[in-house]
């Protein structure tokens, strides 16, 4: 596609629930990235895919928290017993290749959990 | 600590006018320093990128300058617009540790320009 698409756009919850985020980057770029957005602050690192696998998932912050690529496009942020503090903006970017200064960054998924 | 920190968190500005926003880092070394705008509800865009060996920049009313010694960057922004209203997000990005873009965002300026 021309831009980089997340799904949902929002995302209501309740505590415990289980929440999958969906990004679709640009046709062709190996490298995709996830970050989180809290209120006030800028994007924190969560995980890095070049191609199917999970190069650096530093950034994730607990085991309840999983992303997959499995076919070197498409990934999928997985959230399980989603709790009150992972409400946030959920950012996905792709770059043509990982060290490509070019990254294009979707609209985000903005989750709530109540 | 924020290895990357900007200043001011906001600032209101009238229409026309000019302003400069500040970033402090302390990452070392990095591969370059970005400057994004964010509008409200989208994703961060690229304004400027500078490798370490660059002092400036420019991309229109867009200016960013980079002192690697003092490890200080700005952006100056000239005749602002009132599309110019949204958080400008300074980024540094640190190649080096695993041979990709790892890049690390201050919590950003919000601006806000006014008719």
């Known amino acids: 596609g021309a831009g980089v698409s997340q799904t949902p756009s929002n995302k209501v919850t309740e505590k415990g629930k289980y929440v999958e985020l969906r990004c679709d980057p640009i046709s062709g770029h190996t490298a995709l990235y996830w970050y989180r957005q809290s209120l006030g602050q800028g994007p924190e690192f969560l995980i890095y895919f070049q191609g199917t696998g999970a190069a650096d998932d530093s950034g994730l912050p607990n085991d309840r928290f999983f992303a997959v690529r499995p076919e070197g496009s498409v990934s999928t942020l997985k959230i399980q017993r989603t709790e009150r503090g992972d409400s946030a903006v959920y950012l996905c970017?792709?770059?043509?290749?990982?060290?490509?200064?070019?990254?294009?960054f979707g609209a985000g998924s903005r989750l709530t959990v109540l | 600590k924020n290895q990357v920190e900007q200043s001011p968190q906001s600032l209101i500005i009238l229409e026309g006018k000019n302003c400069t926003l500040q970033?402090?880092?302390?990452?070392?070394?990095?591969?370059?320093l970005r400057w994004y705008k964010q509008d409200t509800g989208r994703g961060p865009v690229s304004l400027t990128i500078?490798?370490?060996?660059?002092n400036t920049k420019s991309n229109g009313r867009y200016t960013a300058t980079l002192d690697a010694d003092t490890k200080q960057s700005s952006l100056h922004i000239t005749a602002s617009q009132l599309s110019d209203s949204a958080s400008y997000i300074c980024?540094?990005?640190?190649?080096?540790?695993?041979?990709?873009?790892?890049?690390?965002f201050g919590a950003g300026t919000r601006l806000a320009v006014h008719p």
């Open positions: 970017a792709s770059s043509l290749t990982p060290r490509a200064n070019v990254l294009t």
């Open positions: 970033c402090n880092y302390t990452v070392s070394p990095f591969s370059n």
């Open positions: 500078m490798t370490f060996s660059e």
């Open positions: 980024v540094v990005s640190d190649e080096f540790s695993g041979g990709y873009n790892k890049l690390i």
